[in-house]
T-cell receptor, first 113, second 109 residues
Framework: ETGVTQTPRHLVMGMTNKKSLKCEQH?????MYWYKQSAKKPLELMFV???????ENNSVPSRFSPECPNSSHLFLHLHTLQPEDSALYLC????????????FGPGTRLTVL | LAKTTQPISMDSYEGQEVNITCSHN???????ITWYQQFPSQGPRFIIQ???TKVTNEVASLFIPADRKSSTLSLPRVSLSDTAVYYC??????????FGTGTRLKVLA
């Protein structure tokens, strides 16, 4: 238990569906992150929020839309996804940046049919 | 941003000491070196962090030479449960955490 929870743990959706992934951190951290990890590949940083402001957006397609309503919650809204978007989506938090340890949630295994 | 290079994979036997080296030739003055462990279908987990010389905690040691262009993660007496992917990261003041390909460690009985 890292103090970062993610729901749902597994999600299967069609290409025309709209769904959302939720992340919550109970650590009092200021920064939250979304990562994508495809099979046998390194983690890819998608979005970073610091104090509820987006500070990084690594050229992620617009079919992924993040939302950070407060410093404890982070959402990833999904719409019209493609099969190649199937992956493990990981949320993380840290106190600050750079040298600060990131704490990861268990991830959401997403399958797009 | 400092790029890191690690061996793709390593095999070891239970009870042996495992050393995984990471190269980070363009590490910046303020960068720290952090190692994470990841099991299949789980998020990475922090193992150890250091800036220079040697750091030790209850699970690993981290050796960093004076020029800081490389670092070595040392896992004493590995067990089957240490089979995982190990990532080396360097960073300081930005939010760009870059996970490379990592080193896939397989511990054999």
């Amino acid at each position: 238990e890292t103090g970062v929870t993610q729901t749902p743990r597994h999600l299967v959706m069609g290409m025309t569906n709209k769904k959302s992934l939720k992340c919550e951190q109970h650590l009092g951290h200021n920064a939250m992150y979304w990562y994508k990890q495809s099979a046998k590949k390194p983690l890819e940083l998608m979005f970073v929020y610091s104090l509820e402001e987006r500070v990084e957006n690594n050229s992620v397609p617009s079919r992924f839309s993040p939302e950070c309503p407060n410093s404890s919650h982070l959402f990833l809204h999904l719409h019209t996804l493609q099969p190649e978007d199937s992956a493990l989506y990981l949320c993380a938090s840290s106190q600050g940046s750079g040298r600060d340890t990131q704490y990861f949630g268990p991830g959401t295994r997403l399958t797009v049919l | 941003l400092a790029k890191t290079t690690q061996p793709i994979s390593m095999d070891s036997y239970e009870g042996q000491e495992v050393n995984i080296t990471c190269s980070h030739n363009n590490i910046a003055t303020n960068d720290y070196i952090t190692w994470y462990q990841q099991f299949p279908s789980q998020g990475p987990r922090f193992i150890i962090q250091g800036y220079k010389t040697k750091v030790t905690n209850e699970v690993a040691s981290l050796f960093i030479p004076a020029d800081r262009k490389s670092s070595t993660l040392s896992l004493p007496r590995v067990s089957l449960s240490d089979t995982a992917v190990y990532y080396c990261l360097v960073g300081s003041g930005t939010y760009k955490y870059i996970f490379g390909t990592g080193t896939r460690l397989k511990v054999l009985a």
